[in-house]
């Protein structure tokens, strides 16, 4: 089967006088015209050219794969240049999949604000929780928090976001507030569903008074209400149902205000970065790809959650 090089190859050997001639424009050795124009004949199994005295000619099978090559070469380079100007414009369908309450709270209205700018996009926003690594490639975007395994996607960090443990001041009132993470076996902890994480069991990092070492402490807790909505654990916690280990995205307006309580500041959460992934490197990504990245990026830079 003859290849678009091998069309590009005969065209320009079909438009010189000589075999030499073609060579010197093809920058490459006679020889090596000889073999290549011997390969595609044997391709197409008919002779393509007439070796004269005087340079070359082309055959009546000659005359026609000049003609259809010159037909085709055009098309590609009009469909290369067409695709090269697609490139740059913000059009077709974006397609983004992010967390359920974050995706409420951040994406939807920066999707919505990114397609009044763009009206000839179109976009698809889906929130899950429990996304199918399965099906990533259906996504041209998507927003992850949490702890992250494997993956062959490529990654874009939007904002840092810490795990934090919190409950009310009433809770706290009634039941006292614990000091160690070994203290959470006495109290009523509440737990959120999300991703595959092990959501029952709470990691801590304490750093001692030097400085240089860390300690490591794990609790595995009995949740006594669980919910797979975080704005439910969360309006539990703030009733004084119970303690919650949640991002710092949803919690930090409510520690501002008083409505929630950090607990255990010495200790640290494994953190849940907010992150982009994507299928595609930089080069071939879409212009209303790489846009709404870059529009995630100027926004979540400034961790808007800390100003509510």
């Not at 010197?24 to 391709?43: D, G, M, S």
């Not at 974006?94 to 709270?105: E, I």
């Not at 810490?162 to 009310?168: G, P, T, V, Y």
Request: glycine residues 4%.
């Amino acid at each position: 089967m003859l290849t678009s090089e091998d069309l590009r190859f005969f065209y320009a050997i079909s438009t010189q006088p000589s075999l030499t001639a073609a060579a010197r424009k093809l920058n490459v050795t006679p020889p090596t015209v000889t073999q290549r124009l011997q390969a595609i004949e044997a391709k197409v199994s008919v002779k393509l050219v007439q070796r004269q005295a005087r340079g070359i000619s082309l055959t009546e099978e000659g005359y026609l794969l000049q003609d259809k090559a010159r037909s085709i070469l055009a098309e590609m380079d009009q469909l290369q240049t067409l695709m090269a100007s697609k490139k740059n414009l913000i059009n077709g369908t974006l397609k983004v999949l992010a967390p359920l309450g974050f995706g409420n709270d951040y994406i939807a209205p920066l999707v919505g604000e990114f397609q009044q700018q763009h009206p000839n996009l179109a976009v698809e926003l889906e929130l899950s929780d429990k996304p199918s690594w399965a099906e990533s490639h259906r996504w041209d975007i998507i927003i992850y928090i949490g702890e992250l395994r494997d993956s062959t996607l490529k990654l874009a960090m939007l904002a840092p976001n810490q795990r934090f443990l919190c409950a009310s001041p009433d809770y706290l009132k009634k039941h006292g507030t614990p000091r160690s993470p070994r203290a959470l076996r006495d109290h009523t902890c509440i737990s959120l569903r999300e991703n595959s994480e092990d959501v029952t069991l709470w990691r801590f990092t304490h750093t001692a008074g030097d400085g240089d070492s860390e300690e490591q402490e794990s609790i595995r807790i009995t949740p006594t209400l669980t919910s797979n909505e975080g704005s439910v654990v969360k309006n539990w916690a703030i009733a004084g149902s119970g303690i919650i280990m949640r991002s710092e995205w949803d919690v930090q307006p409510e520690l501002n205000s008083g409505a929630l309580v950090r607990l255990l500041p010495d200790y640290s959460l494994p953190s849940a970065d907010i992150v982009a992934l994507l299928g595609t490197d930089t080069r071939a990504r879409s212009a209303r790809t790489t846009h709404f990245l870059q529009l995630l990026k100027d926004r979540f830079a400034q961790q808007p959650w800390l100003k509510k």
